[in-house]
Structure formats: C-alpha cells, structure tokens
C-alpha cells in the first residue's frame, strides 16, 4: 500500500492561446456555435493542442501547452498517451508512458495542479465515478512481467493526490490464481455495478482482463491470454450491464496475420455474450459512443476503417472505409486512426491520427501518415477535416528516418495519440459525453 502524499505543481502563465471570451454573436450577427474544446496530445512533441469549433467544420487552436516547459517536469520529458475528465470536466488527467507521472490540469485556465509520480509507462488516468479518485493503469519496466494500478485520493481543493492503494500484480494471490502471465494493465473504465475492468498488454499475446471490485480495491476475476486476448479499448454500455473491449495485433512483416476482434463481456453474469467478433479491418483499438447513445463507433489502427454497431443487440450497422485520408496498402502509406471522442453536440467524432514516426503502438500497425486528428462527420460517416497543428510537411524524409532509428540528434515527430473532449456550453444530449455514465 502506497502513502506518499503528493503535492501539486501549479505554474501561472505556463500555457500559451488566447484568453478571449467567447462571443455569444459572430462578427456577422449571427449565432456563435455552442462551445467545446478538444484536447489533443501530441505524445510526439509532448504538446496538447486544444481546438474550438469556429465556421463550420472548422476548427481554431486556442491553447498549445508545451508540457516540457512546465516546472516539475522531468528533463528527460514526458509523453502523455491518454486523457479523462473529471465528471464535472473542471480537471483532466493526462497519463504519461515517458516521464513516470500522471500530470492534473484545471481546465478553465489549463494550469498544472497535479504532478504526480506513478510510474514507469504509466498508461491510462481515469477518474473514478463521483471524482474521489484516480485510477492509474501503469504497464511498469520493459524488462517486467507484471504492472500495477494505483489509487490516488484527489483533493482539489489543496491540490493534493496522495497514493492510497496499489494492486501490484507481481504480488496478487487471484492474478497468480487464475494463471495470468504476464499481467500488465494497460487501459479501463468502471462497469455499471461499480467494479472496472482493465485490459491487459500491451501486445495482443499478453492479453487478457482483470476485473477491480473498488469497495476493497482487489482483484474479483481474471482471465488469460487464453480466455480473452483482449488488449486495448474498454467501453461500457451506458444503460445496460454490458462493457464492450477490443483486441487487436498487428500484421507480422515477416507473415503472420493481424488480428482484429471486439468483445462484449455481461458484467451482471460475468460472463463473455459475445467473443472475438470480427471488427471488419486489422488491430482493432479504440471506440466511443455517439451522444444520442444509438450508435458505437469501432476503429482499426491498421487498415485505417471500423464498424459502426448498434449497442442494444450489438449487430453491425454499417462500415467505415477509412478515418484519415492517406489509404495504402503499407503502413508507411496509410493513416493510422487510434483513439476517437465525440463532440457533445453529436454532429462530429474526432479520431487522432498517427504519425510517422510513432512512440507506441508497433510500428507496424502504428505507423501513420497524416499527424494530427480527423473530423468525421457523425451523420453523413465521411470525414469533413482533417486538423495538422504542425503539418507533417515541416519535416524532410530525412528528419522523419532519424526519428525512426532513433538517432540521438533526430527532431521530434508529431503523433498524435490521446484525445478528450470538453463541454463548454450546456449540451442536450441522451448520455454523458464520457464514462464512467454514472457519475
């Protein structure tokens, strides 16, 4: 058990933008759209780039926020792969692979108020339903066979988050138990009765489930590679007892094939109704619920595609051919689509797109063209934007090779991993714009 109280770093004027209000008419007389923000981070550059609406399908950058220039912050940088939001979206956590830390932003102004370390490839930060908590999945050394998730109480009102418990998987009686090798959390949410269920990873071949009962932080059922080699997106159902994950594995160069499966797991059973679904393309990653809670969007890392399922029987409602505009056959020549969120007015669902240079992932399956984030069109299930903070054209073939072989010397490449949106405006909307849905 873990009881290092940690206080936050807070710096003033760290971040840059426009500090404008919004506007209730446009320079025209015209309505001004409701107002949101995206976040996205680019775990290449260790920047979050923060949008707002503006014309349509247009967006404009308000904030760019250079997490290596913020005080606490480790020389050697960080790179934050994830984001949640608390339920009132007042604070965001950002999980960060390099660095060892999870780091706490106030929204408002995008001040640093927690720097907490977690670490070493800390993966996923998620707030716990009511914001008492957050919950970190951290995957630990390369060179170990098991991770941990930690418990850290968050006072915001002194801006303090003090580590209250860790599962250590290297040392769980039910890990050890249920026969899960290796077992190193990468990704979860919490399930309509309260416990949460994190993947496993972070290759395909290391997959499998553990499943937290949060009223005495232990693990209360673990499966295998074997049973369920599941090893990225989670996802529950907003209404019903059901929690959608994926799993997915890259092509091998060398033969053999890519994987691509979602799964459907009955929490009130505890039991799997649906299992290794094809997900109509390779690598199957992330997910998100449109506003309106009829539809699931599904994506393929790969082959740049997905599904569109309907969550009340789960059936295919229709294909998405591709997320990002770059559609070859390799991976070199092809976008990479990872994690989405939608706009909470449900006109738009934004999809990061990798870069070519990219931290994580596998190259393979990762490798990207177009860094940045795709608008995709919820209606119409056609991309209207796509949206480069730093165009890829800034950097030559030759600066993109050396970031490849990681030359010492060689320039960062934007990739664009983590997303989040947040509400500005009151939104009418049938389902919360991220889960935990009870919060």
């Known amino acids: 058990m873990g ?30 759209p409701e107002n949101y923000e995206v976040w996205a981070l680019d775990q290449g550059q260790d920047n979050i780039h923060v949008y707002e609406p503006a014309d349509e399908d247009e967006f404009d950058e308000a904030e760019s926020i250079d997490l290596n220039e913020l005080e606490g912050v480790p020389d050697e940088g960080v790179v934050p792969h994830m984001i949640d939001f608390s339920s009132d979206y007042e604070y965001a956590a950002i999980a ?17 108020v927690g720097n907490i370390e977690t670490g070493p490839r800390t993966h996923m930060a998620s707030f716990s339903p009511g914001d008492e908590y957050i919950h ?29 418990d860790r599962l250590d998987f290297s040392e769980n009686e039910a890990i050890d138990e249920a026969g899960v090798w290796p077992a190193r959390p990468i990704c979860h949410q919490f399930a309509a009765d309260g416990r949460s269920l994190h993947t496993l990873g972070p290759a395909h071949g290391d997959g499998g489930v553990v499943i ?13 590679q074997e049973e369920a080699p599941i090893n990225c997106g989670t996802m529950p159902h907003y209404a019903d007892e059901k929690f959608y994950l994926t799993g997915g594995r890259p092509t ?29 393309g ?34 295919v409602i229709e294909e998405i051919n591709e997320y990002g505009p770059a559609t070859g056959d390799e991976p070199e020549t092809s976008d990479a689509p990872d994690i989405m969120w939608s706009s909470p007015d449900g006109e738009y669902m934004f999809v990061t797109l990798r870069g070519p240079a990219p931290l994580s992932g596998g190259a393979h399956a990762a490798t990207g063209v177009n860094p940045g984030f795709a608008v995709m069109d919820i209606e119409t ?17 030759e600066d993109i090779e050396a970031a490849r072989d990681e030359e010492d010397d060689a320039p960062r490449i934007p990739d664009f991993h983590g997303i989040g949106v947040r509400p500005v405006d009151e939104f009418d909307s049938e389902i919360p714009n991220s889960p935990a849905y009870d919060n």
């Open 3 to 32: 009881g290092a109280t940690v206080s936050a770093v807070a710096l003033a004027g760290c971040t840059g933008g426009s500090d404008d209000d919004t506007e209730d008419e446009d320079e025209n007389g015209g309505e001004e």
């Open 96 to 112: 960060c692979t390099a660095g060892a830390r999870t780091l706490v932003f106030r929204t408002e102004d995008k001040e640093l």
């Open 136 to 164: 970190v999945d951290v995957i630990g050394d390369p060179d170990e066979e098991y991770g941990w998730i930690i418990r850290l109480e968050a006072d915001f009102e002194d801006y303090e988050f003090e580590e209250v």
């Open 212 to 224: 937290i009962d949060h009223d005495d932080f232990e693990v209360d059922r673990a499966y295998t």
């Open 252 to 280: 091998d160069p060398d033969g053999e094939e890519g994987i691509g499966e979602y799964y459907v797991y009955d929490t009130a059973e505890d039991e799997f109704i649906v299992e290794g679904e094809d997900s109509g």
């Open 282 to 315: 390779i690598d199957a990653h992330g997910f998100w619920f449109t506003p309106d809670g009829e539809e699931l969007w599904l994506l393929n890392r790969e082959t740049n595609d997905g599904l569109i399922l309907d969550p009340d029987d789960d059936s």
């Open 381 to 397: 299930r056609e991309r209207v934007d796509v949206v480069e903070p730093d165009p890829i054209e800034n950097y030559d073939d």
